[in-house]
């Protein structure tokens, strides 16, 4: 899990791996680091993997962006 503290910008960044999405409460960890917060106002923003593979589509998202798909 990687968390990067925005607050200056009104959110909190969390990523999870596919392992962490299954052992972390995301409910609970929002309260956790909403309490911590110095920001009056301050959002949690979630990034959590995928399932499927990466690379096709990474290419099926930069072909579809350049217009050639």
Excluded: H, P
């Amino acid at each position: 899990m990687k968390i990067y503290d925005k607050q200056e910008k009104g959110y909190i960044e969390v990523w999870l791996t596919n392992e962490e999405q299954k052992i972390y409460d995301r409910a609970e960890l929002t309260k956790q680091l909403l309490s911590e917060t110095t920001a009056k106002k301050c959002k949690v923003v979630y990034f959590l993997s995928g399932n499927d593979d990466l690379y096709t589509n990474t290419e099926g998202l930069l072909l579809t962006n350049l217009g050639c798909a």
